[in-house]
């Protein structure tokens, strides 16, 4: 009996062994690599080549979230030497051109090329484009992020939640159907699935809260401030922001806390459009000079006192534009806006 006892902890420490060392043999070989978790729902997942722990890619948002935070600064002369022969320090890593206004790239560990990640949606699609389909018993030797396992389990909390809203609407009607209750039963069910459909939608829109409200904020501005209407100079404030919507009233930008009139800002980004007729919203108050690539979206360089509103349709080949804006507040309000949406 002794002997079966000690062969049995033997193999148990070998198992206990192999598995960790299967493990880390996984988390290695596949250190940079997306993974599709083909078991459940396609769940897309980053391993880093820093830590190499799995990182959950979520929604379109959270995956391009992912990406920005475990990104790595390259400077445009490097990324140029680099970009058609990356050295293998780099294969799977996320790089941002802090010299370029932030653009960012995924370099595939397989043909070490640089593929550029756009808007929130253009980056998911890429990462499930190029993900390694994976068994969820695979994936689970693979030590997940903290970080990523609270983003992971918000999602399903919330999704547990849509779920939930759903199965009392059926019970709810079941109930009612049983009972048998004619007339007055309709109305009470009428109600009572209202009630729910209701609670469905505020929680469809709280768990929506990290997705962009609008078009412009997938897309990465350079934003500068200056103190004076003009525009002109050295800027005050430099900082990234993603859209441009600003409404700040009479207490003016937070970047320029010390001036609540007679500030000025320009805003410039690269953003990817699909092949379209979009049409252009501005609001502002006071004036504003807009172009994409060279073409007006909106120009009323004056003191308005009011907010405007102007409405711009425009053709759009597929690619990345230059949109700029220029703003300047003179008194009162301040406000400047810009979004577009695909009308054909």
């Known amino acids: 009996?002794?002997?079966?006892?000690?062969?049995?902890?033997?193999?148990?420490?070998?198992?206990?062994?192999?598995?960790?060392?299967?493990?880390?043999?996984?988390?290695?070989?596949?250190?940079?690599?997306?993974?599709?978790?083909?078991?459940?729902?396609?769940?897309?997942?980053?391993?880093?080549?820093?830590?190499?722990?799995?990182?959950?890619?979520?929604?379109?948002?959270?995956?391009?979230?992912?990406?920005?935070?475990?990104?790595?600064?390259?400077?445009?002369?490097?990324?140029?030497?680099?970009?058609?022969?990356?050295?293998?320090?780099?294969?799977?890593?996320?790089l941002i051109k802090v010299e370029d206004f932030g653009k960012a790239y995924y370099i595939n560990p397989l043909d070490k090329k640089?593929?550029?990640?756009?808007?929130?949606?253009?980056?998911?699609?890429?990462?499930?484009?190029?993900?390694?389909?994976?068994?969820?018993?695979?994936?689970?030797?693979?030590?997940?992020?903290?970080?990523?396992?609270?983003?992971?389990?918000t999602q399903e909390q919330a999704q547990k939640q849509l779920q939930t809203g759903t199965e009392d609407e059926i019970n709810t009607k079941e109930e009612l159907e049983t009972e048998g209750k004619a007339e007055g039963?309709?109305?009470?069910?009428?109600?009572?699935?209202?009630?729910?459909?209701?609670?469905?939608?505020?929680?469809?829109?709280?768990?929506?809260?990290?997705?962009?409200?609008?078009?412009?904020e997938n897309c990465e501005f350079s934003a500068e401030y200056f103190k004076g209407e003009t525009i002109s100079g050295a800027a005050n404030i430099t900082q990234t922001e993603y859209g441009i919507n600003h409404e700040w009233g009479v207490n003016g930008s937070e970047a320029l806390s010390a001036y609540k009139n007679k500030f000025s800002v320009r805003f410039i980004g690269n953003c990817y459009f699909e092949e379209g007729t979009y049409e252009f919203t501005s609001i502002f108050d006071d004036g504003i000079k807009a172009t994409l690539d060279n073409l007006w979206l909106a120009k009323s360089w004056k003191n308005n006192n009011k907010e405007v509103t102007k409405t711009t349709t425009l053709a759009v080949p597929e690619g990345t534009h230059r949109v700029k804006v220029e703003y300047y507040d003179h008194l009162g309000n301040a406000t400047i806006k810009l979004d577009w949406k695909k009308i054909d």
């Not at 799995?54 to 970009?83: C, K, Q, W, Y």
């Not at 068994?135 to 030797?141: E, Q, R, V, Y």
């Not at 109305?187 to 078009?215: D, F, M, N, Q, V």
């Open 1 to 94: 009996m002794k002997k079966i006892a000690i062969i049995i902890v033997v193999f148990s420490i070998f198992v206990a062994s192999f598995n960790i060392a299967l493990a880390e043999n996984l988390s290695e070989r596949l250190t940079g690599r997306i993974l599709l978790q083909v078991e459940a729902n396609g769940e897309a997942w980053y391993i880093h080549p820093g830590n190499q722990k799995r990182h959950f890619l979520g929604r379109p948002a959270d995956a391009f979230e992912v990406m920005r935070e475990l990104g790595l600064g390259i400077s445009n002369a490097d990324f140029a030497n680099f970009e058609n022969n990356m050295p293998v320090r780099l294969l799977g890593q996320i």
């Open 114 to 153: 640089a593929n550029f990640l756009g808007r929130p949606a253009d980056a998911f699609a890429l990462m499930r484009s190029l993900g390694l389909g994976i068994t969820t018993a695979s994936l689970t030797t693979i030590e997940e992020d903290e970080k990523s396992q609270t983003r992971r389990q």
């Open 185 to 216: 039963a309709t109305e009470e069910l009428a109600t009572s699935t209202g009630t729910i459909a209701s609670r469905t939608e505020e929680t469809a829109s709280s768990t929506e809260k990290a997705l962009p409200i609008y078009a412009s």
